[in-house]
């Protein structure tokens, strides 16, 4: 079994290097938050007063980081991970950053001899915490063949995206696309119940029509549909709102960066900031149909 340093340990980190711990292996574990440590302590976890503490001796490295400059800073410079892992170590970055973010960490620790790959997950909390997360990576094959024990460990399926950075493109594709169909999604329901049709046999119907999606089958953006969903409580938990407008800024980024016009995307991305202007970006990011309906899905 691996010995780990896992870095991060919030919504998903948490889960996720649970799941490792239960599958036998080593960790010593960071994170900013004295509790999140203590609960990865209370499931076998060795404690770190720092990053750098946690990867002594570390075979792997794993972080799961809120955004580009915390990843950038965790690994790079005289004081970064890099510089402590030992050679041939391999660390996989969970994170999702900017793709050049991703080429830049991954290129500084080539230099260094150390394998690292892309690695960012889509699932949500529900998947971290069932080890059932997709893994969207981009780095070399044969990174990947060494990651992909500990990657099962977490995860279902394990995407193989490309080199370097293309992990990251994948996930913000993806993002980009659930956060366009998860506004859409709530705009019809929405129009429905303005219709006076009950939101519940709406979402029904499109469940099982060409309309359906995971806005409609896993995450029904309207409270009392789905028991489960976050808009059943009160839009707490799950994917935050916030984070699907950085997603969405990160796509819009990418695309500039390629000159590839992304329209939905982009009122997309405008949408979810009115939702985080109106107080909501900590809840999750189907909260955005308040933007559209009042009565129960402002509940």
């Known amino acids: 079994m691996s010995r780990i340093a896992f870095i991060g340990l919030g919504h998903m980190g948490g889960p996720m290097a649970a799941n490792l711990l239960k599958a036998g292996h080593e960790l010593q574990v960071f994170d900013l938050v004295p509790a999140a440590v203590e609960a990865a302590v209370a499931l076998g976890a060795r404690a770190a007063a720092s990053a750098a503490e946690a990867v002594d001796g570390a075979e792997v490295a794993i972080s799961m980081l809120p955004a580009s400059r915390h990843v950038e800073g965790l690994y790079l410079g005289a004081d970064g991970l890099l510089a402590r892992l030992a050679p041939q170590a391999l660390a996989i970055d969970c994170s999702t950053i900017a793709p050049a973010s991703a080429q830049k960490v991954a290129a500084a620790a080539a230099a260094r001899g150390v394998a690292m790959i892309d690695a960012p997950v889509s699932g949500g909390t529900a998947g971290a915490a069932a080890g059932t997360l997709t893994f969207i990576v981009g780095g070399e094959a044969a990174a990947l063949e060494r990651a992909r024990p500990l990657l099962q460990a977490m995860g279902r399926n394990v995407f193989h995206m490309g080199a370097s950075g293309a992990g990251q493109v994948a996930k913000l594709c993806n993002n980009m696309a659930l956060g366009v169909i998860m506004a859409a999604t709530g705009e019809a329901l929405a129009l429905g119940a303005a219709h006076g049709l009950d939101p519940a046999a709406l979402s029904q119907m499109m469940a099982v029509s060409t309309g359906r999606s995971w806005a409609t089958e896993v995450c029904n953006p309207w409270p009392g549909v789905l028991e489960n969903a976050p808009a059943s409580r009160g839009y707490s938990g799950g994917f935050g709102s916030d ?19 992304i329209p939905l995307g982009e009122l997309a991305r405008n949408l979810y900031a009115l939702n985080a202007r109106a107080g909501r970006g900590g809840l999750d990011f189907s909260s955005v149909i308040q933007l559209l309906a009042k009565p129960a899905a402002g509940a």
């Open 243 to 261: 984070l699907m407008l950085k997603d969405l800024g990160l796509a819009a980024e990418a695309a500039m960066g390629v000159g590839s016009p």
